[in-house]
């Protein structure tokens, strides 16, 4: 019983986790937007879900969190507590990024992701930095792009 209550508690736990509007997303959106990109949010259309998508330039951006993606930056550092649990709940969510990764390229979109180290953090960029770069790869025709912080 112990052990149900216990995945009760944790489900409502995750269920309090942002997955959008984030302040690394935020930055992101707002510079684009003030550049003169337009897009739409979370099209449930694609799979995952991309953070912004560009239809006429058949392009979606991710920003992923380096915590929950299991991104090999400063922010990332493996939970001490409950380890094999955090260890099969990181490397499904990679998993699913690279399922995700592999269908949105089959369908012939381009994607960019956008690691929130790039945005937060010691070994971050300038976050016009962060906006160019994806202004650049929007404006070319690079089929992926990826930014981290430093």
């Not at 995945?7 to 997955?19: E, L, Q, V």
Request: charged share 35%.
């Amino acid at each position: 019983m112990a052990d149900v209550v216990d995945r009760a508690t944790r489900s409502r736990m995750m269920a309090g986790i942002k997955g959008k509007d984030t302040k690394p997303e935020l930055l992101v959106r707002s510079g684009l937007h003030r550049r003169g990109y337009r897009f739409r949010l979370h099209d449930k259309s694609l799979p995952g879900k991309p953070d912004l998508l560009f239809r006429s330039r058949k392009a979606v951006i991710f920003v992923h969190g380096c915590f929950w993606h299991g991104h090999n930056c400063s922010l990332f550092k493996w939970p001490s507590t409950r380890a094999e649990w955090w260890r099969d709940k990181i490397n499904g969510n990679r998993e699913r990024d690279r399922e995700v990764r592999a269908k949105i390229s089959q369908m012939g979109w381009r994607q960019a992701r956008v690691w929130e180290c790039s945005l937060k953090g010691k070994n971050r960029l300038n976050p016009d930095e962060v906006v160019d770069g994806l202004a650049n790869w929007l404006d070319g025709g690079d089929a992926e792009y990826e930014i981290g912080g430093r």
